[in-house]
């Protein structure tokens, strides 16, 4: 089935749960107004913005230096640095380092990464047994669910659904408020931090001029993961540079505001292997840089400006298209929602993914609240516009918007009788419209009439 089969199956779908659109929709807001309240924490908000715009800009523009510079910062400190290409290059390079290092006790922590490059499957595949270290990746294999959407994986699911199901699997109590479920599911982790002989982080931000690797996260899980074992993984994109240390607290604050709304957010910054006086840490340390496509993003003059994504979630959070339609699952990849859409037919080829950028209202939410100024809306144009000038379009489409224009532009077919109209609507947009909904019917009056009655003409 081609991929814009299974996106609107998904979609028709989705739509018609009218308990989930609820759910999703109330934490949304909730979420959303979290973002709003916290914001009040930056002096001249508009200000920040523009500097990490400026910051990214400057990466994206001489990426290659910077990448070098942190390769060579990483290189002196003692650690190693991988190029990975591709999806599947990047799995292997992690499956040669855990062969290599005889490694058996493997802990992963939350990383969108590893969801890019589905290294879970990947290891399970190749008999490789792991833990995963954060509480919503042990609620997501417990109630066998995949990520809703980075920020908020485990969103989906009520908190009462989550309880039952751990009942059963960990034996939650029934009665167990949000913290006591937290604090059984811990204590279910926390022996295989002790004993875990291979890390595999991810990485938010990656510090160029001092090969430092920033870590932002609530719970600890990845500073716990890399403390006790010898041999640290670290997945990243090679879009999460940032040039020197003095830009992190503004990207860190930016990041924890727009994407959980807490004015600063816990964070681990990894200097590297463990140094001779130190009591702990690995003694192995390698970043891989994963291109993936980026590359191809990177080579779009004027669509560049998309890798400065700091993957927040808050352009999500007010999509009123995202709002309905769901997460990852809907979306066909780890990066939902406009960013989604405009990043993914760009890394993974028009041909197969322009198609995502179609499903947009254009209303500009997305814009306004990017904390690093990316101009979403206008980028989902610019995907239409190559997609139709790359030849992509169907004949199909082509004949049925031309017909759509000739119907559009002509008084006298507007003016035609209802039924005529409603037909002719109902054969556009019936298919995409879906089983589940009831089909709306055009008014019985055009707005031609009705403007003659109002004006008594
Ligand atoms: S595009 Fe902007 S708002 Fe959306 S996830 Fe990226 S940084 Fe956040």
């Given amino acids: 089935m081609r991929q814009e089969e299974k996106f609107k199956l998904e979609i028709q779908k989705k739509i018609a749960e009218i308990d989930f659109r609820q759910h999703i929709g109330a934490s949304l807001v909730n979420l959303e107004s979290r973002r709003k309240d916290s914001l009040s924490c930056f002096n001249n908000l508009e200000l920040a913005k523009l500097r990490a715009a400026y910051t990214k800009w400057k990466v994206n523009e001489n990426l290659d230096k910077f990448l070098i510079d942190f390769e060579g910062s990483i290189v002196r400190k003692g650690g190693k640095v991988i190029w990975a290409y591709d999806i599947s290059n990047a799995q292997n390079?992690?499956?040669?380092?855990?062969?290599?290092?005889?490694?058996?006790?493997?802990?992963?922590?939350?990383?969108?990464?590893?969801?890019?490059?589905?290294?879970?499957?990947?290891?399970?595949?190749?008999?490789?047994?792991?833990?995963?270290?954060?509480?919503s990746d042990y609620i997501l294999k417990q109630t066998k669910k995949t990520p809703y959407n980075f920020i908020t994986p485990t969103i989906e699911d009520s908190f009462s659904d989550v309880k039952n199901k751990l009942n059963q699997s960990i034996r939650v109590s029934l009665d167990a408020d949000e913290n006591e479920m937290l604090s059984d599911i811990k204590e279910e982790l926390r022996s295989e931090f002790f004993h875990a002989d291979l890390a595999i982080t991810g990485a938010n931000f990656l510090i160029a001029d001092s090969g430092l690797v920033a870590i932002s996260e609530d719970s600890g899980a990845a500073r716990l993961s890399f403390a006790f074992a010898k041999t640290h993984i670290v997945l990243a994109g090679i879009d999460q540079i940032i040039p020197g240390l003095n830009e992190l607290d503004l990207f860190l604050s930016l990041y924890s505001t727009h994407s959980k709304g807490k004015v600063l957010q816990s964070f681990s910054t990894i200097t590297g292997p463990r140094e001779r006086d130190d009591f702990d840490g690995p003694t192995e340390f390698i970043v891989i840089l994963i291109d993936n496509g980026r590359s191809e993003v990177l080579a779009s003059q004027d669509q560049r400006q998309a890798l400065s994504c700091i993957d927040c979630g808050?352009?999500?959070?007010?999509?009123?298209?995202?709002?309905?339609?769901?997460?990852?699952?809907?979306?066909?990849?780890?990066?939902?929602?406009?960013?989604?859409?405009?990043?993914?037919?760009?890394?993974?080829?028009?041909d197969n993914f322009g198609f995502l950028s179609n499903h947009t209202t254009f209303c500009g939410k997305c814009t306004e609240v990017c904390p690093v100024n990316i101009d979403i809306h206008n980028h989902l144009l610019r995907n239409r516009r190559d997609f139709v000038n790359q030849g992509f379009a169907s004949k199909g489409d082509k004949l049925a918007w031309y017909s759509w224009n000739k119907l559009m532009l002509s008084r006298k077919n507007l003016n035609r009788q209802?039924?005529?109209?409603?037909?002719?609507?109902?054969?556009?947009?019936?298919?995409?419209?879906?089983?589940?909904?009831?089909?709306?019917?055009?008014?019985?009056?055009?707005f031609n009439q009705i403007w003659r009655e109002q004006k008594g003409l």
């Fill in 418 to 446: 209802t039924t005529l109209r409603n037909f002719t609507f109902k054969s556009f947009f019936k298919k995409d419209w879906g089983e589940e909904r009831e089909f709306p019917k055009i008014v019985e009056k055009t």
């Fill in 93 to 135: 390079e992690v499956l040669q380092i855990i062969q290599k290092q005889k490694a058996e006790k493997i802990i992963r922590s939350k990383s969108i990464l590893a969801e890019e490059i589905e290294l879970d499957s990947f290891l399970n595949s190749k008999g490789i047994n792991h833990h995963l270290a954060d509480v």
């Fill in 314 to 350: 808050a352009c999500n959070n007010v999509c009123p298209v995202y709002k309905t339609i769901g997460g990852n699952q809907t979306y066909l990849q780890h990066q939902s929602g406009p960013i989604g859409q405009v990043i993914q037919p760009l890394k993974a080829g028009l």
